[in-house]
């Protein structure tokens, strides 16, 4: 036997060792995926159904009730899929698995969230709408039947847009400065007081860190630029207040890392709290169905969604009373961006009424009607803004 054909055969004997050898794996793999079915199928129905994931920080669905009619229509199966996905015990691990792989495959975008550079998560940017037009059209038209109190627009930026260059590369977004030009014109009455953030924000995005890294929302630096532009928009002064920024968590993993699976270095949090705030306004949730004397609430700390902190979260209706000098009343119609800037608020406002309209169903004509507002402010980020359409409902 000459070398040639020895080579050939060792070649042989090795490639047929590598086969084998390839599928124990692959038997291994199969068989520890039938387990991991087989074990989370089992657990799905002898074990406790979850409410909410705090990984992905949502409600998960719960069993589907079971009737002839919801199996006829197809209805029930497709709630079950929902169910077992929900509820699959090894979920959360499947997940974090499937980010890992992406990531090695180079992609740049899991979940809807692109992943950045230096640690920075950013949202897939909502697409522009130009029915949009209508609602400045109707806020145009509130403004005009509202002369005796000051209407204000205000509009902030999403981070994947003032953090551009952290994108990844090759990426282009659209111009999110000229969609928001195209809103400002879009208001027709000079009653309106539009402002944009987009300036403001772009001069000191490199001193100051304006958007969560883990987090779709603006920090409370950037509320407070966003305050400032406010109170000097209203020819408020503010020399007489000091405000304190105080840190209150520094492992913050927000909304887009629960998206996608991705924990970079957690997040800083801080609160602003007015100097000498304390007992000096009252909070009373949806009309009575809570009262305290905080904006903020610390047990939000112990859970995964930490931004809740300030003002507990989202509420369609939110009344503070303060015992400040000031005569000016406040209605602000929001989006969750506006919930760190209420305290510094307070000392400037004798009430503000707070309205988020994706959790209720009052009416802007109802809210008008019971009060006398001095101001009144609409606050949105981008995203919110072009995605969501309860606005368009309140005001109607």
């Known amino acids: 036997m000459d070398n040639s054909e020895l080579f050939d055969k060792e070649n042989t004997t090795a490639n047929a060792g590598k086969s084998s050898k390839g599928k124990v794996l692959f038997s291994l793999l199969i068989g520890a995926f039938c387990f991991i079915i087989f074990a989370g199928g089992i657990t799905l129905f002898t074990g406790e159904d979850r409410e909410f994931s705090e990984s992905e920080n949502r409600v998960l669905a719960p069993a589907p009730d079971f009737s002839f009619y919801a199996v006829k229509d197809g209805s029930f199966m497709k709630a079950f899929e929902t169910y077992f996905t929900d509820q699959f015990i090894f979920r959360d691990e499947i997940i974090r698995l499937k980010t890992f792989a992406d990531r ?3 992609k740049t975008e899991v979940g809807g969230v692109y992943i950045g550079e230096e640690g920075y998560l950013f949202s897939v940017p909502a697409p522009f709408d130009e029915k949009k037009q209508e609602i400045m059209k109707k806020i145009s038209a509130f403004a005009e039947s509202n002369k005796d109190s000051k209407v204000t627009f ?5 981070s994947s847009h003032i953090y551009k260059d952290k994108l990844p590369a090759h990426l282009t977004l659209e111009d999110q400065k000229a969609q928001t030009e195209k809103l400002q014109k879009y208001t027709e009455s000079k009653k309106v007081n539009f402002i944009n953030l987009y300036d403001a924000f772009s001069a000191q995005k490199d001193e100051i860190q304006l958007f969560y890294k883990t987090d779709h929302h603006w920090t409370t630096d950037a509320a407070y630029i966003a305050f400032s532009e406010l109170m000097k928009s209203w020819k408020k002064s ?3 207040v000091k405000f304190n920024f105080l840190p209150v968590a520094d492992d913050f993993q927000g909304t887009l890392s629960s998206k996608s699976g991705v924990n970079s270095s957690g997040d800083i949090i801080e609160i602003c709290v007015p100097q000498n705030s304390a007992l000096t306004y009252v909070v009373d949730y949806e009309d009575g169905e809570k009262k305290t004397a905080s904006l903020f609430d610390g047990s939000k700390l112990q859970q995964k969604n930490k931004y809740e902190v300030f003002a507990g979260g989202n509420y369609g209706k939110i009344t503070i009373r303060t015992t400040s000098s ?3 009343t406040l209605l602000m119609v929001k989006d969750s961006y506006a919930n760190c800037m209420l ?8 009430k ?7 959790y209720t169903k009052e009416k802007l004509s109802a809210v008008i009607e019971e009060n006398d507002f001095s101001h009144i402010l609409f606050l949105y980020n981008m995203d919110t803004f072009l995605g969501d359409t309860s606005l368009e409902g309140f005001i109607a």
């Open 326 to 328: 000031e005569k000016d």
């Open 154 to 158: 205000m509009l902030s930026p999403n």
């Open 343 to 350: 305290p510094m608020l307070t000392p400037f406002f004798a």
């Open 104 to 106: 090695l495959t180079g």
């Open 352 to 358: 503000i009424v707070v309205i988020d309209p994706r």
């Open 238 to 240: 503010t020399a007489g």
